[in-house]
Structures are given as structure tokens and as C-alpha cells.
């Protein structure tokens, strides 16, 4: 037995000290131990007689573990030895009269861990063998409280274990609980209602944790037992009389809320429950929440108070007798400014429970056909309690101005929490929108008032309030300024907060006038009120330079809402720009903080809107036009005439300018159209064609700058939007260009800008797609495999990845090139040599790539070259060997093959979508080919596959038919059932 206990002592060894490798041997040894036939005896002997808590821990644990899972295979003796050693140990009583060691004496773990092993005993043998298991426990509770606290400790753990429902259980537990819980009732649940009530009432005054303990526990079990032995005369007043009594300590006061919470919260029918929330009368503690808003008591409250609130409310829903609705709804009004009061005040961990039950009130409030006094003001509580809410500490106010660490999380977890009280919000603006405008209303004017930065929280809160009540009117709303809108509105655009400065204060302003722009787009007398809102120190001019880009950002929105309405202020906004364009292309950047400052490029996009429309005097477009590409792109030569010379120091900060440069201009194209540059003042395309020029310049001088290849293309892309046909004479060199040394990510980039130029013009761009195809079919069939990229460890690279992407980016080229009648492209002479290496791509990509829908877009680009290739009227074959190649190949590969393979899985949506297109494929082989192809399918095809004749000609005859339908369907089974015969996968050839 030394050598145990001295194991054990190692294995739960904190220390540090002993070796790992003696732990290891000591934990060996203790397992050992526990294998043994006498276990059951060596861990009772040990609990009895060892000091050590250690020990008595483990003993504890292996016998719980030993019951746990061998008790079946116990015998009827060493059952009864653990039920009478435990039981007597739980009772504080002697397994002999040799210094039996007292573990109820011992800390609580020891006695959580022995209540544990009891209540095991009780799921397995309580009440078939062990029937008397609670009442015998009962008539031990005259020893005293070490032997009550025992008891609570093994109701808490039959609770945790078998009853409570919050945990998830096995059929099989809900089983056993259900049969422990009837027998209890039966049994006997009212002696220990009664244990409870003798216990609670001697000793308050004497021991008051042992109290605590007894209603802890008791408030798990009022959810199953008979609610009668609790709503009495006796009981119910002795816990209003704990609650209330200022003297007893803060967790018994605690614990008898938290069961008066259990009472409140007890399933049963409406009018019991109305019956029963009537005669708690609890107006009685309304007077406890406002005492000590900190303490553990009035959280405690607060919950009681919520949950009552609650259960009145569901009331109110599930009667219908009109009486019954009167006393729910006098019930709730009662309560609701105590809820309110909690919320506001308190610190809770029940705010989330207390905002559902709100959003639940102010659902039921719409139900009503007319809100009364009472209850518009309720609603107006609401609100207040929501402004509370949503207000930050101002301990963070310098952390969230900064932003550094702790005011991003502070940030983040307001917005999280933010949700459903907005989504509240919005819910009382729909039942009562009177009621919210003049609160917002009242909030704005109360902030507007103050005279100093102090009240940075409120405004932040009463703007907040603003821009989500926004979220609750609909755009028709919005126009007219139904309400208090028309008044507040101007009172927005009008106010210079004290506190405009901070970074918070200054988002959500700039927000909220940003929301309600439909109400200005319809009352164009407050323009110029939103023009200065954006442009001066509340908006672009803010010092913060997040605020300054966020509003860079909005603007352009406003703009192109309100556009045409803009047109008389042009100058004006030019001006106020001045600086701010001219610093967008001039500041020094690093490339870390470039990506950030490109959100400076909303200026130009928005000045672009404002200068390109047809409203503004041609004259005057090319002037402002002018002023603004000329000095940019003077910026660009100087750069480029003097790349040679830079020094390694000056070539990034001069290279990052000119991606300023490109994005401006790029930018500012946005608000050109194709019509206007091209047809109606082609002056302005003029001066495009230009700057495309000055730009495609520095591909040639920076050939190998990844960015600035990135942002050239961007406005190549860009071009052919605005510019439209008239970009052809461009794209020869800036195609040539892009393909010097391009890395596969570049690679991707030209390939999608050469969809949209297909896209965009179709066969037009024929001539350029036949000159540049080479190339590119060259290039990428050099770097990519003919059959699967490797797999397995370390293949999971950067550069597989990237060719993967340009992979899958080839296959939506080759693809966008068929379904745009280009497939000649193939064809060219200078193409013809890529033609077989292509088909040998598509096919192995259609039968075999992972990518379900990649195998599609394969399929799709063969039917579209079936459909253009062999439709030859004197049956000539306009290219030679490919009508074989698609018979003796492609069908059976793609079309048989590759479905016999059990990855094929059906119940796949994206496969059945290929499927669809491998079906699709043979009615257009048919249809192409006749019998040619039906013959060679099914006479070399199908035998290959072990497919009967049988099968064979029932598919004949589906093919010719005219429902594809049917033919899919006839042709899944016909898989289906080739699959059952084992055949194994056939290889694709």
C-alpha cells in the first residue's frame, strides 16, 4: 500500500521536480493497480485510513471509473461493499473502529468526487436495489451540517449527472433520469421539501453558508417537483423573508432569489402561472435593485425580476379571456420599471436574456391595435435603456480615438454586442415611430447642447441611435421625411460637435448623414449642407486620416446618388480638393501602408462622376479634364525618363507614386462613359488615348515591377470600358508587353483580361486573339503538366498553387473563346501546333481533374467545338482527325469511362450538372456524327464495360429519341447498374 500511495503522490506531482520518467513509471503502476480484481477494496480501505488528499482523490476517481464502466460485471457482494462503504462515508460514519480518517472533513473536491461515486450507484441501482437510498440519507441529516452539506452535494451532482436536461443525454440516460425523478415523487420528494425548509429555518442565523448550499441545491430540483410543496404559506414567505432581511449575508439572500427565479420560471399551464406570479406578489423586492447596483444580490434580482417578466408576458400571449390579457399586462406593468431600472444600472450577466424579453415585448406591442399610455411609455423606456447600453466607457475613450490594441477589441466586442439592441431599436421604431423620432430628436438636441468634449459617449450614442433607426424606414419614407425626419435631418447637417474631433464621433456623423442622402436627394436646399459635411474638418479635412478616408469613401457614394443635383457646385468642389488631390500623388509611401492609402483613390472617382456627365459644358469638361490628367501624367514621363538613374533608396518611393499616379487616373476613367468619350465629344477619348500611351510606357521601362504590371492592367481593363473599339491599336503592345517574363500570377491577370476583351467585342477581336494566342497557348503549356499537378506532403506549395490558379484560369479562356464563335482561333497557322497538346488538356482535365466543375467547362468546350468543327455540308472534315479523335477518344473516356469510377458521386449537385453536360454531349455527337458514333460507342464502348446487349439497345433507342430528359435518366441507371457488376474503373486512354 506505501508503494501506492507514494505513485500517486508522483503522479499528481505540480512541482516540477521529478522526472518525467519516474512520472511515467508511477502513472504505469497506478494503472496496473486498477486492474486488479480487489480494486473495489484497496480504494475503500485507502479512503478510510490515508491523509493524504491525494490518495483519497484518486481512490475516489478509479472507484467511480470502476462502477462506471464494470459494474455489470460485479458481483452482488462487491456491489453491496461499495453501496454500504460509500454510504457510510457520505453519512460521516465508521467502516471500523480504527482512526477512521474523516473525509468530510477533507476539501470540497474530495466531497464532490464521493458524491459523484454515490449518485453512479444511484443511476444503476436506485429504486430496484437500493430503494431506500434518499430516505436513509434523510434520518442521517440530525448529525449535522457536514452531513447536509454532503446531502446538497449529492443532489447537486444528480442533477449535473443524470437530471438536467441542459446537457445533452442518451436515450438511455433520459431514460434512467425519467425513472429516478417518478420515484422521487412517489417516494420521497415532500420529506426532502420538508429537510429543506427545517434545515433553512434553524440554522439562518447560525450557519449561513450551509443555507446557501441547501437552496443551491433546492433551486435545481423546483423545475420537476410538485410546485405546491414550494408556493405555500410556509415556504414561500421564508424566502421573501431571506431576500428582503438586510442583515443575512449576500449569497443566502442570493440563493433564495435564485429559487424564487425557479418558481417564476416553472412550466405549467397560462392561468396556473397567472395564478401563481400573482401570489408572489413581488412588487416586495422592486425596492433591492436600486441599493447596491454592483452587488452579486441585485444581478441575482435582476434575473428574478427578468424572468418573472417573462413568464407574465407569455401569459399575456397564450390567454385569451380578456381578464386573463388585463391581469398579465397590470403584472408586467408593474414589473417593466424595475427591468428597465436593472439594465440601466446594474452590471449583469443577464443583459442578453433581459433584450430578448424586450424584443419579445415590443412584438407583442405590435400584435395590439392601439398601444396605450402606458405602454408608449414603456416603449420610450426602452429606448433609454438601449442609449445606456450602447454607450462606451469612457475609459476607453483614448483607446478608441487611437485605435491601437485595446480599443479594436473594445470596438469589436460593442459592435457585437450592438446587434440586437439596433435590431430592438428598429423594432420599437416600426410599433411606435412617433415615439422614437422624438427621442432621437431629443438625444441629437441634448448632445447639440452640450458646450464641451466631455460627452464624447453621448453623441457617439445618440448618432449611433440616429443612423439605426434609418435601417426601419423605407425608402418612400426616407424621400418625404415622414415624421420628425425633415427637422432632423437639417439639425444633423447643421451641427458642429465640441467633440467632432474624435475619431468615433467623426464615423458615425459622417455615416448617418451618408444613410439618410435620399431625404437630401429629394430636398436639394440641404446640398450644400451635405457638401460641407463631407468636405470640411467633419469629413475629408478631418485630422484622422481613417475619418479622412472613410468620408473619401462616402462622398463618392453621395455623389453618385445626388450626381445631376451637383452640377451648379463643381468649381466649389474642385477647389475645396485642391489639396487633396494634389497630396494623393505626391506623399511618400511604403509599401505597407500603399494598400491603405489607395482608399484615398475615392476622390478621384468621385470627381470623375461629377466631371463626366453630359451636363457639364463641353468646354469646361475638357478643362477640368485637362487639369487633372495633364499634371499626372507629366509626373509619370518625369518618373520614367529618369528610372535609369535612381538610386535603390529613391526607386521604391518613386515607383509607389507612379501606382498612385495609375490608380488616380483609373479612378477618375470611372465616371466617363463609352458614348460620351466616343461619340459625343470624342476630344475627351482623346485625351484617354493619350494617357493609356504615357502609361503603357511603364511596361517597357519597369518591365519586372509585379505592382506596377498589376495596376496597368487594372487600367487597360478600365479602358476597354471606356474607350470601347477605339483601345485595338493599344492592345498589340500592351498584350506583348504583359507577356515579357510574366510570372504565373501575371499570367492569370492577362487571361482575364482577355475575357473581358472577347466579352466585351466578340469576333472584332479576332485579328488580336489570332496574334497573341501563340504566345500565351506557349507560355502556359510550358509551365503547366498535360495530366494531374502532384499531391501528397509538400507539394501544397506557393508556386503549385499559382499554377493550379492559372490552370483553372486557362480553362475559363479556352471556354469564353468557344461560346464567342473564336474557335478558328485554334485553327490559325501560327496556332495549329498547339491544337493537339490543347485537346490532350481538355480531355484528361474532363475525365479526370478534382474539380467537379472545372470537368464541366472541359465537357462544355468540346460540345461547342463538335457543334463549330463538324457541321462541314459535303462532309468534308474541317479539321482533320478531330471527328475521330472525339469518337474513339473523348466518348468513351469522358463519356463512359470516367463515370464507372466510384469517385463519380451522384448525389453530388455539381456533379449532376456535369453529368448533365456528359449526356448533352452524346445527343450532340449523335446528332453530329449519326451512327458513326452510335456504333463505335456501343460496339466497343459498352463490351469494354461489361454492359449487356440488352442495355446496349435500350440506350440506342433513348439516344434517338428526342427527351434528354429521359436519356439522363435511363443513363444514370445504366451507370449505376454497370457499377454493381465490380468491374473496377477502366482507364481513360
Known sequence: ???????????????????????????????????????????????????????????????????????????????????????????????????????????????????????????????????????????????????????????????????????????????????????????????????????????????????????????????????????????????????????????????????????????????????????????????????????????????????????????????????????????????????????????????????????????????????????????????????????????????????????????????????????????????????????????????VASSSDWNVEEVEAALSLFYAFGESMNGEAMKTGSGLLGELVPMLLSTRFPCHSNRLVALVYLETVTRYMKFVQENSQYIHMVLAAFLDERGIHHPNVNVSRRASYLFMKAVRLLKLKLVPFIENILQSLQDRVAGFTSMDYTSKDLSASEDGSHIFEAIGVLIGMEDVAPAKQSDYLSSLLTPLCQQVEALLMNAKVLTPEEAPQKIANIQQIIVAINSLSKGFSERLVTTSRPAIGLMFKQTLDVLLQVLVVFPNIEPLRSKVTSFIHRMVETLGASVFPYLPKALEQLLVDSQPKELVGLLVLLNQLICKFNTLFSDILDEVFPAIAGRILNIIPIDAFPSGPGTNTEENRELQEVQRTLYTFLHVITTHDLSSVFLSPKSRSYLQPIMQLLLFTSCKHKDILVRKVCVQIFIRLIKDWCAMPNGEEKVPGFQSFIIETFATNCCLYSLLDNSFEFRDANTLVLFGEIVLAQKVMYEKFGNDFLVHFVSKGFPAAHCSQDLAEKYCQQLQGSDIKALKSFYQSLIENLRLQQNGNLPVR
Open 1 to 447: 500500500m506505501a508503494d501506492l500511495e507514494k505513485a500517486i503522490l508522483i503522479v499528481f506531482d505540480q512541482s516540477g521536480t521529478v522526472h518525467s520518467e519516474l512520472k511515467q513509471k508511477a502513472t504505469e503502476y497506478c494503472e496496473k493497480i486498477k486492474n486488479e480484481q480487489a480494486i473495489c477494496s484497496i480504494c475503500i480501505e485507502r479512503i478510510c485510513f490515508s491523509n493524504l488528499y491525494q490518495v483519497q482523490f484518486w481512490c475516489l476517481q478509479t472507484l467511480h471509473e470502476v462502477v462506471k464502466v464494470r459494474y455489470s460485471s460485479m458481483s452482488p457482494d462487491e456491489r453491496y461493499l461499495i453501496r454500504k462503504s460509500v454510504f457510510s462515508i457520505a453519512c460521516f460514519g465508521a467502516i471500523d473502529d480504527n482512526n477512521v480518517v474523516r473525509v468530510l472533513e477533507g476539501p470540497a473536491f474530495i466531497k464532490n468526487k464521493l458524491a459523484q461515486v454515490l449518485v453512479t450507484l444511484i443511476y444503476f441501482e436506485y429504486p430496484s436495489i437500493w430503494s431506500s437510498v434518499f430516505v436513509d440519507f434523510l434520518s442521517q441529516l440530525s448529525k449535522g451540517a457536514m452531513v447536509i452539506d454532503m446531502f446538497c452535494r449529492v443532489l447537486n451532482a444528480l442533477d449535473d449527472e443524470v437530471i438536467n436536461v441542459d446537457y445533452p443525454r442518451t436515450p438511455e440516460e433520459l431514460s434512467v433520469a425519467t425513472r429516478i425523478k417518478d420515484t422521487m415523487r412517489q417516494q420521497c420528494v415532500p420529506q426532502i421539501v420538508r429537510a429543506w425548509y427545517d434545515i433553512v429555518s434553524m440554522y439562518r442565523n447560525s450557519d449561513e453558508e450551509l443555507c446557501t448550499t441547501v437552496l443551491d441545491a433546492m433551486r435545481r430540483f423546483i423545475a420537476w417537483i410538485d410546485i405546491g410543496l414550494i408556493v405555500n404559506d410556509a415556504f414561500i414567505p421564508l424566502l421573501f423573508d431571506l431576500v428582503l432581511v438586510d442583515g443575512l449575508c449576500e449569497q443566502l439572500r442570493g440563493a433564495a432569489t435564485g429559487c424564487l427565479t425557479a418558481v417564476a420560471s416553472k412550466r405549467m399551464e397560462p392561468q396556473s402561472k397567472l395564478s401563481l406570479l400573482q401570489s408572489l406578489q413581488i412588487r416586495r423586492v422592486f425596492g433591492l435593485v436600486a441599493k447596491d447596483s454592483d452587488s452579486d444580490l441585485v444581478s441575482k434580482v435582476g434575473a428574478l425580476l427578468t424572468g418573472y417578466a417573462v413568464e407574465a408576458l407569455e401569459c399575456f400571449k397564450n390567454l385569451n379571456s380578456e381578464d386573463a390579457k388585463g391581469v398579465s399586462m397590470e403584472l408586467l406593468n408593474e414589473v417593466l420599471p424595475s427591468v428597465f431600472y436593472v439594465m440601466q444600472h446594474c452590471e449583469l450577466e443577464s443583459t442578453f436574456s433581459i433584450v430578448q424579453f424586450l424584443l419579445g415585448y415590443v412584438a407583442t406591442m405590435k400584435t395590439l391595435s392601439q398601444l396605450r399610455e402606458t405602454q408608449l411609455h414603456h416603449l420610450g423606456q426602452i429606448l433609454e435603456v438601449i442609449r445606456t447600453e450602447i454607450r462606451y466607457d469612457p475609459i476607453y475613450r483614448d483607446n478608441l480615438d487611437t485605435l491601437d490594441k485595446i480599443g479594436k477589441e473594445e470596438e469589436d466586442r460593442m459592435v457585437e454586442f450592438r446587434k440586437d439592441l439596433f435590431v430592438l431599436l428598429r423594432n420599437v421604431g416600426r410599433v411606435a415611430p412617433d415615439v422614437c423620432q422624438i427621442f432621437i430628436r431629443n438625444s441629437l438636441a441634448a448632445s
